[in-house]
């Protein structure tokens, strides 16, 4: 290992030695190891065209039936994708009684298939879909069954994996693809993740910034903290005076405001926790 990244993990080690309790939030640079790919480059500008929006989604059918037809294939790889080291270190950190609670931006549920228990999903989870008429939810595997059924001529389509379960399937037109509606309601179906241009719901807000008032420092794990929902922890660290170290590759939105910054994958900087 070179120099320099010897240097960089005990660095990170002495910080996380240093603060009993921490606050960690996470983002896509957690999952990349897990085949989930992410949006943004090392730049933090987006790599690829930005997500569909809460707007669109509700507003058109047409922006619904392209949506669950790259979800229908994007959903066999995310739904098959299995923590990473990174997932099991930040295990270990809560194991040790070291985690004030872990925040993720992340909707695919590897945190706490690595066994955390501390988490909030702060933009939700992809494995659950939800009536935004009624409230009633279904688990996304049975509703992919649902997709298939209805749309069977769908699933010959090749398309590469896109970040959130989404897939790059590009066609002609999507009219033809069949969008089930609430069983109970026939109301629009939505995954249960926040959306673009949708808020994150308060409780969980409120929730995370208790947990953050009683924490020591804060470590921002593979997350260029370019969305605001992340952002504002790190924002309302800084205002109380709790130090805040990050584990990204590349800039983040918060640089300026950090007192650590670690430019490594996240699974290597976080190694040592494993050992
Ligand atoms: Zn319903």
């Given at each position: 290992m070179p120099q320099t990244l010897t240097a960089q993990a005990a660095t990170l080690a002495d910080f996380i030695d240093a603060h009993r309790r921490l606050f960690v939030l996470t983002g896509a640079g957690c999952s990349t190891d897990s085949g989930i790919p992410d949006y943004r480059d090392t730049d933090g500008s987006w790599k690829r065209t930005p997500p569909v929006t809460y707007q669109a989604f509700m507003g058109e059918e047409r922006t619904r039936q392209r949506y669950w037809a790259r979800s229908l294939l994007g959903w066999r790889h995310f739904g098959q994708a299995q923590p990473n080291a990174t997932h099991h270190a930040l295990q270990r950190l809560e194991a040790s009684d070291r985690l004030a609670l872990l925040v993720t931006q992340n909707v695919?549920?590897?945190?706490?298939?690595?066994?955390?228990?501390?988490?909030?999903?702060?933009?939700?989870?992809?494995?659950?879909?939800?009536?935004?008429?009624?409230?009633?939810?279904?688990?996304?595997?049975?509703?992919?069954?649902?997709?298939?059924?209805?749309?069977?001529?769908?699933?010959?389509?090749q398309a590469g994996e896109a970040p959130d379960g989404d897939a790059d399937l590009e066609v002609g037109d999507f009219d033809t693809f069949l969008v089930p509606a609430c069983p109970a309601c026939a109301g629009v179906l939505k995954p249960d993740v926040v959306f673009f241009g949708e808020n994150v719901p308060r409780a969980r807000v409120t929730d995370a910034m208790h947990a953050l008032a009683a924490a020591d420092a804060v470590l921002v794990v593979g997350?260029?903290?370019?969305?605001?929902?992340?952002?504002?922890?790190?924002?309302?660290?800084?205002?109380?005076?709790?130090?805040?170290?990050?584990?990204?590759?590349?800039?983040?939105?918060?640089?300026?405001?950090l007192s650590l910054k670690i430019e490594q994958?996240?699974?290597?900087a976080l190694a040592f926790l494993l050992d």
């Open positions: 695919d549920g590897l945190h706490q298939r690595a066994g955390s228990r501390q988490v909030i999903d702060l933009h939700g989870r992809l494995d659950t879909v939800r009536c935004m008429a009624c409230e009633r939810r279904l688990p996304r595997a049975d509703f992919q069954h649902t997709l298939e059924r209805l749309n069977p001529g769908w699933l010959q389509h997350s260029s903290l370019m969305v605001f929902s992340g952002y504002r922890f790190v924002h309302a660290a800084v205002r109380a005076g709790t130090p805040v170290a990050a584990i990204n590759l590349g800039r983040t939105r918060a640089d300026p405001l994958p996240c699974a290597e």
